[in-house]
């Protein structure tokens, strides 16, 4: 029995194409976080109209509660 073998051409070459580089893109957050802040009084009522002024210091930046992106900038 004969056999024959057939001739397959081989595959043609396929171009490879770089993947586009990621760009960094920025964008405005809405951010609502739940922050612990100190003030040194001599009451916590006094503590509270202090901090209500905008008085005291951040001691913990606190979690991320909620977030919203407003806008993406190109």
Do not use: N, Y
């Not at 397959?8 to 951010?31: C, E, I, Y």
């Not at 922050?35 to 606190?62: D, M, P, S, Y």
């Amino acid at each position: 029995m004969a056999t024959a073998a057939l001739k397959q051409s081989p595959a043609p070459a396929l171009k490879h194409r770089p993947a586009p580089a990621p760009k960094t893109f920025h964008a405005t957050m809405l951010v609502t976080r739940a922050e612990e802040w100190c003030v040194e009084a001599e009451t916590a009522e006094e503590a509270r109209e202090l901090l209500a002024a905008g008085q005291g210091h951040r001691c913990h930046i606190g979690e991320r509660l909620q977030f919203e992106v407003e806008r993406v900038e190109d």
